[in-house]
């Protein structure tokens, strides 16, 4: 059972990784010009940077208030 939270987030990312990818190629499709498609690009890649220290500061605040909580937090 222990495998199962990992196999789901694994499966998750995958998921939504691939529909954002389609997302945004299918907006690419819909028609611009190349500085356009740069601005799209460059915009989308500013917000996967966000999310992901976004994400990483919630991981690090997740686990700085349970260890202030006093939970053990060893993954051994």
Do not use: C
Not at 51 to 59: D, N, P
């Amino acid at each position: 059972m222990d495998w199962v939270p990992i196999v789901f987030l694994a499966f998750k990312v995958l998921v939504f990784g691939t529909a954002m990818f389609f997302a945004i190629k299918w907006h690419y499709g819909q028609g611009g010009s190349k500085k356009e498609m740069r601005v799209v690009v460059r915009t989308s890649a500013a917000l996967i940077v966000v999310f992901v220290l976004v994400a990483v500061g919630f991981v690090f605040a997740t686990f700085t208030f349970a260890k202030w909580l006093g939970m053990d937090l060893n993954l051994t």
